[in-house]
């Protein structure tokens, strides 16, 4: 039953980010809080829905953006099989991870959006979107990661505890 | 009766002493010997007074300071009630003169209907310059009506949910809107960018375009009425090569303190598309 929680975070985490986070911007680039608590969740021990979250949470981004919205779903997917993929090999380092699957997983998803919206009219210099969008939202990402990691951590303390062995 | 008089004179002895002595003090004679003496009794009474309050301070201190206390606590509390009143108040009172601005508009054009909607939100993705809107189909709105401020155009809606919709920046990179340029009556087409800024393509070369000329809305294509402004063109691009000119725009709404639009509810776009061509297969 505590699983469900997924669903008023990641609402809470779509709300806050339309209303607040877009609204802090650097140069044209601005934090997404989203990716970072799914990524945060996914490398969290014991978790066990980190698929289920990327989905859902690519599902609610889709209904707010104006991106096709096969777009975010793929970013979160990705973001969650980086984070999967990361957290076996260097599970002794939490934040490294954290921040290593933050920097892949943020650049992936821009420079998927970048491809998408270029394909479908708009002609961006590469030049501009990645220095004026993309350095700036992923340096924005890291400096959320560690709070956003240490949240989720306590939150999957409370959804899936340890258990005590006598 | 000797003694009834040596009393009486005594008596009268006495009050002619004490008279006397009262008004020489009266009269300044004594102002040395009094001075003297007065000095003595107020310095006494201020040792014994000082003393006094002292102690008087001593055991009813503890009850003022928790008086005092609690009045600041009280007092405290009521400046912040003011101060959150004052922030408020002066929010009020910021959003009233948006409000009176849109409805100066609206008064000013009253061919179109409006519906006033707050802004409520923006595109998660950096790279799209999208708002959402607290008004959707309940009130009227339809997908591709055009949204502007009291300034000018802002763009269009782009999706409708029933309480909210998501309307498309001008700014927006994948955004084209058909303008004319007031001054030399020439059509062009306006284009955002992933940052925000408004550029002017498809200018023939044989027109002299100058920094300054206002930007309207042409109608062209049936996407948006005409004549909405849009900015003013602050830089001219032309080479000899190129067949276009190219100019850059600035709004006239400042996009990143949008807080309150209005939806033109009475103008329907016009979908042309069954009227281009398809290539013969």
């Known amino acids: ?166 | 009766m000797r003694d009834l008089l040596s009393r009486s004179l005594q008596t009268t002895i006495i009050f002619l002493v004490v008279g006397g002595i009262l008004a020489l003090a009266f009269g300044g004679y004594f102002s040395t010997a009094s001075n003297w003496f007065t000095g003595l009794l107020v310095d006494t009474q201020s040792w014994f007074s000082t003393r006094y309050i002292a102690i008087q301070d001593f055991f009813a201190a503890p009850r003022d300071v928790a008086s005092l206390r609690q009045r600041n606590a009280e007092l405290e509390s009521e400046v912040a009630a003011l101060r959150a009143q004052v922030i408020e108040l002066s929010e009020r009172a910021s959003q009233v003169d948006t409000l009176a601005a849109l409805v100066d508009y609206s008064r000013a054009n009253p061919e179109s209907s409006y519906v006033a909607a707050d802004v409520i939100g923006r595109d998660p993705s950096p790279f799209l310059h999208y708002i959402i809107i607290n008004r959707g189909s309940n009130d009227g709105i339809l997908r591709g009506m055009p949204v502007v401020t009291d300034q000018g155009l802002v763009g269009r809606v782009d999706a409708v949910i029933a309480d909210a919709a998501r309307v498309q920046l001008i700014t927006d990179p994948l955004s084209a809107v058909n303008v004319r340029l007031q001054a030399s009556d020439v059509e062009a087409v306006l284009n955002g960018s992933v940052t925000g800024n408004l550029s002017l393509n498809l200018i023939p070369q044989d027109v002299t375009i100058e920094e300054g000329d206002l930007v309207l809305t042409s109608g062209l294509g049936g996407g948006y009425p005409t004549d909405l402004p849009i900015g003013q063109v602050i830089n001219i691009r032309k080479r000899e090569a190129d067949l276009f000119q190219q100019a850059s725009v600035q709004a006239v709404v400042d996009f990143s303190r949008l807080s309150i639009v209005l939806v033109i509810t009475n103008f329907r776009p016009v979908n042309i598309e069954p009227l281009v061509p398809s290539p013969v297969p």
């Open chain 1, 1 to 166: 039953m505590r699983h469900l929680v997924a669903f008023p975070i990641l609402a809470l985490a779509v709300i806050l980010q339309s209303a607040i986070v877009s609204r802090i911007s650097l140069l044209s680039g601005y934090a997404d809080l989203v990716l970072i608590i799914v990524i945060a969740w996914a490398l969290q021990e014991r978790v066990e829905t980190a698929w289920h979250w990327a989905v859902l949470a690519g599902s609610m981004y889709a209904f707010v953006t104006g991106l096709p919205w096969a777009i975010p779903l793929a970013g979160f997917l990705v973001a969650v099989l980086i984070a999967r993929g990361l957290q076996k090999r260097i599970w002794q380092a939490p934040l490294i991870a954290m921040f290593t699957v933050t920097f892949l997983a943020s650049l992936f998803s821009h420079l998927l959006s970048y491809t998408v919206i270029n394909i479908i009219g708009a002609s961006m210099p590469f030049g501009d979107a990645f220095s004026l969008v993309t350095l700036p939202s992923i340096l924005l990402n890291l400096l959320l990661a560690i709070p956003i990691f240490w949240l989720m951590r306590d939150l999957a303390q409370w959804v899936a505890p340890v258990e005590e062995e006598d």
